[in-house]
């Protein structure tokens, strides 16, 4: 069951603005940030790394300034419990599955208009990662602490404000189309936007955020394992 939101649109709004300002903090005072990863050989991943993980910790912390600290809720509210473990079979994998067969028919879709879509600055992250060593901490980042950061924040926080509002179908969808619409990504903000939507329909069955964290790892790290056998296979 998700819990009625203590918080509200102007409480998600200051928190989507603290991580775009932390992302535009990051850009304007990390400039050294490549130079000193490139001693490690990472190079412009180390950058991405670091960035990756402060925005992370900048939306976890947002979220329990705004929904926690100042609207007195709690992190059950935000999702944060436990849950029968079929659900993690049954709407976390497997949904997880039916989101990677829904993008990839979507994606097809998209490139009958727009056939050199040009890739997504993660999926440029893994291109340029070189060997199996330095490509698995960005996967990770992908596969692990963006489907938990993101789902603690669109599911936990977003998805139950517009479900008051709008009830569980149509919130889910507006909570769905404002994901989509967060990735800046004019032509994937259709396949992210349904995607979206049906990981609040999972959190909306499971109760818990760690459900749809599960099925949104398995869309992202299929994803980016595609990657990893179309330019890293004669590497390992």
């Known amino acids: 069951m998700v819990a009625k939101p203590r918080w509200g649109f102007l409480d998600i709004i200051i928190v989507y603005l603290g991580i775009l300002g932390t992302g535009i903090i990051v850009s304007l005072l990390g400039s ?8 490690f050989g990472l190079g412009d991943i180390g950058f991405f790394l670091f960035a990756f993980l402060l925005q992370f910790l900048a939306t976890i ?13 709690s992190w059950s509210d935000l999702g ?9 079979l049954e709407y976390g994998v497997l949904g997880g599955v039916l989101l990677v067969i829904l993008v990839v028919f979507l994606g097809a879709f998209i490139k009958q208009f727009q056939p050199e879509l040009p890739p997504q600055y993660y999926e440029e992250m893994l291109r340029s990662a070189g060997n199996l060593p330095v490509f698995i901490p960005v996967f990770l980042a992908g596969v692990v602490l963006a489907p938990i950061s993101e789902e ?3 599911r936990g926080m977003v998805y139950p404000v517009f479900r008051e509002y709008l009830g569980p179908f149509w919130g889910a969808i507006g909570a769905g189309l404002i994901f989509g619409l967060a990735h800046w990504d004019l032509w994937r903000a259709l396949p992210l936007s349904i995607g979206g939507a049906v990981l609040c329909y999972i959190y909306e069955k499971t109760g818990s955020i760690w459900v749809p964290a599960v099925a949104h790892g398995i869309w992202n790290g299929t994803m980016a394992l595609a990657v990893y056998l179309s330019i890293f296979k004669g590497l390992v």
């Open 32 to 39: 050294n940030i490549p130079q000193i990863a490139a001693g």
């Open 61 to 73: 912390g947002l979220v329990y300034i705004m929904a926690v600290v100042v609207a007195q809720g």
């Open 152 to 154: 603690i924040f669109y």
């Open 80 to 88: 944060i419990k436990s849950t029968h473990p079929n659900n993690y």
